[in-house]
């Protein structure tokens, strides 16, 4: 039987002190360091994992797969659009950097939504894995 995500995850976590993170049965989740970044967590169900950024998500059903997207998180090469309409975040968009210019990647929202509040964006990224070395 192959090593658990989460145990790999706690493993690699372990050459970074300084990161706080919590671990409670099948999820972690790596707190950001201020408030410009944002969660990054892993749940294990059965033979998938679903990864969260803040309020983006996306399910996997390969391991790898799921890691290297957890590991994507917590790099400077990725990072959220946030759509927030009063104090709500209701949109997120995941983007990420290549030869300096930011693109979509997928996008997750709330069906329901304030959208007679006045829309704002907020960007929020991590930079605990510089982006080239993922």
């Known amino acids: 039987?192959?090593?658990?995500?989460?145990?790999?995850?706690?493993?690699?976590?372990?050459?970074?002190?300084?990161?706080?993170?919590?671990?409670?049965?099948?999820?972690?989740?790596?707190?950001p360091r201020d408030e410009s970044g944002f969660e990054v967590g892993l749940r294990e169900d059965r033979d998938r994992c679903r990864v969260h950024f803040d309020g983006w998500h996306e399910?996997?059903?390969?391991?790898?797969?799921?890691?290297?997207?957890?590991?994507?998180?917590?790099?400077?090469?990725?990072?959220?659009?946030?759509?927030?309409?009063g104090a709500l975040r209701c949109k997120w968009v995941l983007e990420y950097e290549k030869d300096g210019e930011w693109y979509e990647d997928s996008t997750v929202g709330l069906i329901f939504y304030p959208f007679w509040r006045r829309r704002r964006i907020i960007y929020l990224q991590n930079h605990l894995i510089p982006a080239e070395a993922r």
């Open 1 to 31: 039987m192959s090593e658990s995500p989460i145990a790999i995850i706690r493993g690699k976590l372990a050459k970074y002190p300084e990161v706080r993170f919590k671990h409670e049965g099948d999820f972690i989740v790596v707190l």
């Open 59 to 85: 399910t996997f059903e390969d391991r790898d797969t799921a890691l290297n997207c957890f590991a994507f998180g917590l790099s400077s090469g990725c990072r959220l659009r946030v759509e927030v309409r």
